[in-house]
């Protein structure tokens, strides 16, 4: 059984650039949660992937979207950086959309300079 | 929207000390999980407690969920026990993590 793998670990952006975040859920797992966690901050709930298609979003702007494959692997793709979106960012996978039973991945730590 | 906060904020032992960590939160419980995030960045679950008492090991986790706490409890802690705490709760879709108790167990 795999558990769950982010890449890249690091990431440095300048303002106003574009980047994708990827992440491959363990296996079996059909439903993806992306989070974004600011330093000495709790995770922030980004949105949630089930079967290729959104299921529920937090308050983020538009910007920050997503896409989940028939493999169940996904990404994160972010618009237009900024300098707040610097942050450490978790995607955790699990089963049928349930939020209890997750297995997170390490992280990708973007810094936007 | 569900408010949840962690108490104490930071937290130093010596090894082989006990602590208690404690989670309010403003809403009824659906899901109560505990969380572990290593100093690598992996957030790892301990425990999933709407409600009662569970135990793993030196850890366990009691949920009053009509007074709307939690309690975590690390007994004789270890170097490997550092890290922060995160507490968090379940609406719908989505998980809502407070603050996190920033634990370092000294040697």
């Known amino acids: 059984e795999t558990g769950v793998t982010q890449s890249p670990t690091h990431l440095i952006k300048t303002r106003g650039q574009q980047v994708t975040l990827r992440c491959s859920s363990q296996?079996?797992?059909?439903?993806v949660s992306w989070y974004q966690q600011a330093l000495g901050q709790g995770p922030q709930f980004i949105f949630q992937?089930?079967?290729?298609?959104?299921?529920g979003r937090g308050n983020f702007p538009p910007r920050f979207s997503g896409l989940q494959f028939p493999n169940y692997s996904s990404e994160l793709n972010v618009n237009a950086l900024e300098l707040d979106d610097s942050a450490l960012y978790l995607c955790?996978?699990?089963?049928?959309?349930?939020?209890?039973?997750?297995?997170f991945g390490s992280g990708t730590r973007l810094t936007v300079v | 929207g569900i408010q949840v906060e962690q108490s104490p904020p930071d937290l130093i032992l010596q090894e082989g000390a006990n602590s208690t960590l404690r989670c309010n939160f403003s809403d009824s419980v659906n899901n109560l999980q505990w969380f572990h995030q290593n100093p690598w960045g992996q957030l790892i679950n301990l425990f999933y407690i709407p409600s009662g008492t569970k135990q793993n090991g030196r850890l366990s986790a009691t949920t009053v969920a009509t007074e709307r706490y939690s309690l975590l409890y690390i007994s004789s802690s270890q170097t490997t026990d550092s890290g922060v705490y995160f507490c968090?709760?379940?609406?719908?879709?989505?998980?809502?993590f407070g603050a996190g108790t920033r634990l370092f167990v000294k040697a």
């Open positions: 955790a996978s699990s089963l049928d959309r349930t939020t209890y039973g997750y297995t």
């Open positions: 968090a709760l379940t609406g719908g879709f989505k998980t809502i």
């Open positions: 992937y089930y079967r290729e298609e959104e299921n």
């Open positions: 296996s079996g797992h059909n439903t």
